[in-house]
């Protein structure tokens, strides 16, 4: 785990992006957060498997790559399961302290993605990923330390899904009172993006890899577009991803 001491940061549309803002990254917004614990990595399809028994990766036989094609129910059982284990006290990150994080919190050197401006150099993405996941650290990590926030695969918040950031928590809490709690907010394959998915329409495990995006967002708004041009296994009514973790 990586400490990440708290502080205050632009959550949105910023600068970073040019014109690759989307209206749901509106309005860009102050929050400030308290210190916390991210992961260096990705959970491993070691880590997972050593904690819940069975491996769901697509690309599975790759123990140091990320799991994948996992729900958001799913990862609950295995906090549940990994904090009885260790006696820790794991959770998902807020989507706040994944878009502070992902920009380098106070060292951020604010760049379009997680740790430069180049994509090729910290992220593995449609151009260079081979439509496969990519063993975890084998990229350039960002401002600090932490390993493919942009690219790999998708990383679930604790979030509810709202349609923009009006009247977003402002201290770094998890957003979960109102908006869609059947649906969830996932981070990270493109660029730094935010994403919904909606549990409720099965749309299956989110890609691996996916176009350039910037720091905040890009297409936020519209699942059915991943549904649409991206083919990929459904299993049953819940969205599937890969996990970072946070600690209190």
Known sequence: MVSIPGGTFTMGCTSEQGSD??????????VTLSSFKIGKYEVTQAEWKAVMGENPSRFSGCDQCPVEQVRWDDVQEFLKKLNQLTGGNYRLPTEAEW?????????????????SQNLDGVGWYTSNSG??????????PN????????GNVWEWCADHWHENYKGAPTDGRAWTSGGDSARRVVRGILGQCRLVLPCFRSPGT????????????????????????????????????????SER
């Open 143 to 150: 401002e600090l330390g932490i390993y493919d926030m942009s």
């Open 99 to 115: 878009e502070y994080a992902a920009r380098g919190g106070q060292k951020s050197q604010q760049n379009k993605f997680a740790g």
């Open 21 to 30: 803002c989307d209206d749901d990254e509106e309005p860009a917004h102050q």
């Open 206 to 245: 989110a890609p691996i890899s996916g176009a350039s995006a910037t720091v905040s967002g890009w297409p936020r708004t519209n699942p059915l577009y991943f549904l649409f041009f991206y083919p990929f296994p459904v299993r049953r009514s819940f969205c599937e991803g890969g996990v970072n973790l």
């Open 131 to 140: 439509s496969k996941t990519h063993p975890v650290g084998g990229k350039t």
